[in-house]
Structures are given as C-alpha cells and as structure tokens.
C-alpha cells in the first residue's frame, strides 16, 4: 500500500487536523523515529493540503489518511452524498500526498441498526465502496477496509466479513485494515483473523485492549506479530492509542476516560515495546 513500518495515528497529538495540529505532529513524528503518519481526515475541507503536503515533504514522512463516514451521508442512507463526501476526501488525501486512505470508509462510526447487516445494505455498501475505490485508483491511492467492533459499526466487524466485502467490490486496490482493538473483542483468536484476512492485508492499527499503552494491556502480543511474521506480512503498523478524540468520534468510541496517563508514556512505552516486538520476529 505504498507504507510499511511503524506509523502513529495522529490522535496521540492532536483532536483535529490543523496547521497547528501539522506544525506539532510532524516533527514529533520524526523525533520519535516514526515511519510515517496516520492523518486523520474527519473534515476534509478543514485540512490546508498545501501546508501539511509542504511539512511532510520537508521532514520526510510518509503519511496515510483515516476516516469513518458522517452517519447522514452513508452508502445505506444517502449513497450518492456517501460518494461525494468520499471523494472529496480522496481528493484532499491525495493533496497531502497520502499513499492510501482507509478506516471505516464503507459506513460511519455509530452505525448500528440493532440487526445483522442485511443483504440490501450489503449490497450498497458495496456500489459505494466499488465506485470510490475507482476514483481512488485515478489518483494512484489504494482504499482500505477497516473491520471495527459491534458497538461502533454492524456492517463490519471480522476479518472474514471484510475478506467477503473486499472480494464483493473485486477491486485491485481495495484491501483489508485490521486492528488489535477491535480484533481482541470479535475475532475467535487474533492469529485466525490476521490468517483469514492474508491475502487482502496491507495494514494493521497496534492498539492496546483498552485504547492506551500497548504492553501494559490484555492484547496477546506474541500471538499478533508470530501470525503477521508467519504470513510475510510486509505492510503498514501504526500504534493508534486515543490521547486525544476527535470530538464528533468520542461519543461513539465511547471514550469517556483517559486510556493512559499521557503521551509520553505511550510514545515513551507502547512505541518501544511494539518495535521490540516486531524486530523479535523479524518484522523490521
């Protein structure tokens, strides 16, 4: 997907992205040895593409964006304001210089209906993502799939719902963004579902069991990095620990408290611990 490494997801500094948000988390990036960044791009139109491209370029990061949808222009709701809004922010990722977009870019964060996904919403996810998947391959981006838990989204929440939606779409640039957290509550083993989702992997969010310090938390960690070694996992690793929410995602990520004590213990910590981890088994 254009990333490999270790990236951080850019709520460690900052709620929203801004010019000052970009001015701190850049450099903070590099000082701390960080691959690349995860952007978060919650307000496409907000985002000064110029600067932060200007920033990256200047200290050398690479950078992936991250989104879930607004909960008004969904592909089950209003498919064609879904479509718009997901160009619009294909259109400023790229301007930023981003290799890929991903997250929960198939519905939005709070999208439940109390029932299993049905066929009919399958069906229109699927024209969505297939269609903003092909805008995206326009601008050389790559559109991933990120299966989140049942208290934030039901259209998917395992590795093999997101393997069938991917093939679904059946586009070449489409793959699978998986995540600790998430994975920790829905899969039957965090090894069975990196394994179910190889062929499509290309990215995975590191986050401890209750959004904090990786390390200090319940997430098998040897498990995690022995499957991704065993499969030649070769893509993205980002530690995403919620220091900061975005204030229209705290509610439905149900963030009410703090996950760790500050930044620098997770970036002092959790970001050590997970190299370790993966140099262990020959991941870096």
């Known amino acids: 997907m254009g990333v490999s490494g270790f990236g951080v997801h850019t709520a460690m500094w900052a709620m929203e992205w801004n010019r ?3 001015e701190y988390a850049i450099p903070e990036a590099v000082r701390h040895g960080i691959d690349f960044l995860e952007i978060t791009m ?6 000064d593409t110029d ?8 200290h050398e990061v690479e950078c992936v964006c991250s989104l879930g949808m607004p909960l008004d222009r969904l592909p089950t709701n209003d498919p064609d304001g879904a479509l718009a809004f997901l160009k619009l922010a294909l259109d400023r990722s790229h301007a930023i210089g981003a290799k890929a977009m991903s997250g929960v870019i198939y519905g939005g964060i709070g999208q439940r209906t109390g029932f299993p996904p049905t066929e009919a919403e399958i069906d229109a996810t699927a024209r969505v993502v297939r269609a903003a998947a092909a805008y995206a391959a326009g601008l050389g981006m790559e559109y991933g799939l990120e299966a989140v838990n049942r208290y934030e989204n039901h ?5 093999e719902q997101a393997v069938a939606l991917v093939e679904k779409v059946g586009a070449d640039n489409v793959f699978i963004h998986l995540d600790t957290y998430h994975m920790n509550i829905e899969e039957k083993g965090l090894a069975n579902g990196i394994l179910k989702a190889r062929e499509h992997l290309k990215y995975i969010h590191l986050s401890a069991s209750d959004r ?3 390390g200090c938390d319940t997430v098998q960690w040897d498990e995690v990095f022995a499957t991704l070694a065993a499969i030649g996992f070769k893509g993205g690793m980002a530690m995403e620990s919620f220091i900061s929410v975005p204030p229209q995602i705290a509610s ?4 009410w408290r703090p996950v760790a004590p500050d930044r620098e213990e997770v970036l002092g910590q959790g970001l050590p611990f997970l190299r370790n981890k993966a140099r262990q088994y ?3």
Request: glycine share 10%.
């Open 252 to 255: 439905a990520l149900s963030v």
């Open 282 to 284: 020959g991941l870096i």
């Open 20 to 22: 000052e948000a970009a």
């Open 155 to 159: 259209i998917l929440n395992t590795a």
């Open 42 to 47: 919650l307000d496409p139109e907000g985002v």
């Open 212 to 214: 904090g310090t990786p």
């Open 51 to 58: 600067h932060t491209r200007r920033l990256l370029e200047k």
